[in-house]
């Protein structure tokens, strides 16, 4: 199993560009989630699904669209970029939130906005 | 808001010294508690997790934490550090129901050889 894999790996836009990161898993888990990690703030949540056609808000949703057509794929899409979304943006996975249901991480993109 | 807060953001150790890390969560409810470990260069994985059971958990590595459930806390600790664990190490909370898991901001340890 590749589990939890991200593209690109590093990625430079000018302010205004668009573009999406991908995000994929093969270990058929409803729960996907994007998160944003900055120095001195940890992870936050960006958007989550919990199935295929069905996406939330998380903690800091506005500039990020998202959309889950598989169970499998789960893109976050930058309208505009600005510098502020200057971040490590990571991937995760899970079974449906539960119990002691832990994530599972993609390795990150790093994402600079001049 | 649900919150989790981690007391320290940098620690610097020698090897062998023993760690602790706190943390604490905003407020009660069904917790699931975690903390997890980022090495350089790397990303997330789960280092434990207590969701019920006895609150003294045993992880990876010889990392254990204790839930106190009446302090709304969840450290970490390690009797004797070693220059690989050498990280970032994030503790994290979600509640039985909800889809959101919360972390804190991350407490970087450095190990010094």
């Known amino acids: 199993n590749a589990g939890v894999t991200q593209t690109p790996k590093f990625q430079v836009l000018k302010t205004g560009q668009s573009m999406t990161l991908q995000c994929a898993q093969d270990?058929?888990?409803?729960?996907m989630s994007w998160y944003r990690q900055d120095p001195g703030m940890g992870l936050r949540l960006i958007h989550y699904?919990?199935?295929?056609?069905?996406?939330d808000q998380g903690e800091v949703p506005n500039g990020y669209n998202v959309s889950r057509s598989t169970t499998e794929d789960f893109p976050l899409r930058l309208l505009s970029a600005a510098p502020s979304q200057t971040s490590v943006y990571f991937c995760?996975?899970?079974?449906?939130?539960?119990?002691?249901?832990?994530?599972?991480f993609g390795p990150g993109t790093r994402l600079t906005v001049t | 808001a649900q919150s989790v807060s981690q007391h320290n953001h940098h620690v610097i150790l020698s090897e062998a010294a023993s760690l602790e890390l706190g943390c604490n969560y905003s407020?009660?409810?069904?917790?699931?508690l975690f903390w997890y470990v980022q090495y350089p260069g790397q990303h997330l994985q789960l280092l434990l997790k207590?969701?019920?059971?006895?609150?003294l958990v045993k992880g990876i590595k010889g990392f254990e934490a204790e839930f106190i459930k009446s302090k709304f806390s969840f450290n970490l600790r390690k009797p004797s550090v070693q220059w690989s664990d050498t990280a970032e190490y994030f503790c994290?909370?979600?509640?039985?129901?909800?889809?959101?898991?919360?972390f804190g901001a991350g407490t970087r340890l450095f190990v010094k050889a």
């Open positions: 995760a996975s899970s079974s449906l939130p539960g119990q002691g249901v832990e994530q599972y």
């Open positions: 270990m058929n888990h409803e729960y």
């Open positions: 699904s919990v199935g295929a056609g069905i996406t």
């Open positions: 407020y009660g409810g069904t917790v699931n």
């Open positions: 207590y969701f019920s059971g006895d609150p």
């Open positions: 994290a909370v979600s509640y039985t129901g909800g889809f959101k898991t919360i």
